[in-house]
């Protein structure tokens, strides 16, 4: 059985790891994402797991059994002022789960693994997903090299983590795993609205990451009349209305400009260079969202006579999950008493790698209020320990 009173002590255990009241600042492949494998690390090696942490500092936590295993997990990292659900209640649950199968003396027929994920936001690096990227062997070449805004390079802070420095090191054969399963909290409003505390996700949605680059010319504020200027950032803000237009004119379709820096920064100065990001999602036809931004930047750029370039981070495809896990995860969730309806998730989420690259995997949403990537964001100790017990049923199915 699952203890909620247990769940709810790691739970603030777990927050006050670069987190100060609700808020949680604990960015991806930093010390204190590290601190929170190493705690996590001691709950599930005194149930008996066999732990090791990979080439990209993801944590696995295996408990015995023969052939190919079952996958567990989410991620510890969050955004800077985020709060204290996302990614961690699906690691929380995780481990409350396995050791209730433990508590119970389940035998085990196939192993069960927990994974903590590293660096599932890419808040300081860029690049999301990071550590199932590279697990499931789909990092892009050279990915190591890329900075933060001090010029660390991500093999620079792996190395400083204790790994040695090659991510890409961390690839594992899908075909080891028979399943992988996710919990995670909606981070929207819609169990909420039906007065449901779990839902079964059937798709997630596609998702580009890019880096965009303008370059106008920096002048004098005062003596360059208005005709004479390549400002850079009236450029941007010209394409940051764009992306604001595009996806709210087609369906099911985001976008977001969530970082933007301008140089050399200076009130008596136009604008010469501006970088901001693209965060571009669709439920459908995400390929035709992002080649409508693209374009209106060619088309921008041209008109104002400034240049862009475009870093693509990341591009994950629209990810169907498994019906037979669907149906593992239904009959899991109607055991606890919930009819969970079935929905489609707007926030990527690890599980896309396992998904993409051919592993059956599912995912459980727990209820959340406040929104989400915010302190304000909320689950119950209540919603979250029918989660465990959820994920507890749907890992006694498929690993005895
Ligand atoms: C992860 O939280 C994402 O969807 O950006
Ligand atoms: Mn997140
Ligand atoms: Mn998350």
Redesign the pocket.
């Known amino acids: 059985m699952i203890d909620p009173g247990r769940l709810e002590r790691r739970s603030s255990e777990l927050a006050r790891i670069g987190g100060t009241d609700t808020s949680v600042s604990r960015l991806g492949l930093s010390a204190d994402e590290q601190r929170a494998r190493d705690l996590v690390r001691g709950w599930l090696a005194a149930k008996g797991a066999q732990v090791r942490r990979d080439a990209a500092a993801n944590l696995f936590a295996r408990f015995h059994g023969e052939g190919q295993g079952i996958l567990v997990g989410s991620h510890l990292d969050s955004?800077p002022e985020g709060g204290r659900f996302?990614?961690a209640l699906g690691v929380l649950c995780a481990v409350e789960a396995i050791a209730a199968l433990v508590d119970a003396k389940i035998k085990l027929r196939r192993p069960i693994e927990v994974v903590a994920w590293a660096d599932?936001?890419?808040a300081r690096f860029g690049v999301?997903?990071f550590g199932s990227t590279a697990a499931f062997g789909r990092l892009a070449r050279g990915v190591g090299d890329r900075t933060d805004r001090d010029g660390i390079s991500i093999a620079e802070a792996l190395r400083a983590l204790g790994e040695q420095g090659d991510p890409a090191v961390a690839r594992r054969d899908p075909k080891e795993i028979a399943a992988y399963l996710e919990l995670h909290i909606e981070?929207g409003p819609r169990l909420e609205t039906a007065g449901l505390p779990l839902g079964i996700v059937s798709d997630i949605?596609g998702?580009y990451h890019a880096r965009v680059a303008i370059r106008g010319r920096a002048d004098h504020a005062g003596a360059t009349v208005m005709t004479a200027r390549a400002d850079a950032l009236a450029a941007a803000s010209e394409i940051v209305l764009a992306v604001e237009r595009i996806a709210r004119g087609r369906p099911d379709s985001v976008g977001t400009v969530g970082e933007i820096a301008v140089r050399p920064g200076a009130k008596n100065v136009v604008p010469g260079e501006c970088v901001f990001t693209l965060?571009l999602?669709a439920a459908r036809d995400h390929d035709g969202l992002v080649r409508d931004v693209l374009e209106a930047v060619t088309g921008i750029v041209s008109a104002r006579g400034v240049e862009a370039s475009v870093d693509d981070l990341a591009r994950v495809p629209v990810t169907p999950l498994d019906p037979k896990i669907r149906d593992v995860l239904k009959r899991a969730t109607t055991s606890v008493g919930v009819e969970a309806p079935l929905l489609v998730?707007?926030?990527?989420?690890d599980a896309q790698n396992p998904a993409l690259s051919g592993v059956p995997t599912g995912m459980i949403f727990v209820r959340s209020t406040g929104g989400?990537?915010t302190p304000r964001e909320f689950a119950s100790t209540e919603d979250a320990a029918l989660g465990a017990q959820a994920l507890a049923n749907a890992l006694k199915e498929l690993a005895t």
């Open positions: 955004v996302d990614g599932e936001e890419g999301g997903l981070q949605v998702i965060d999602r998730s707007g926030a990527g989420h989400s990537h």
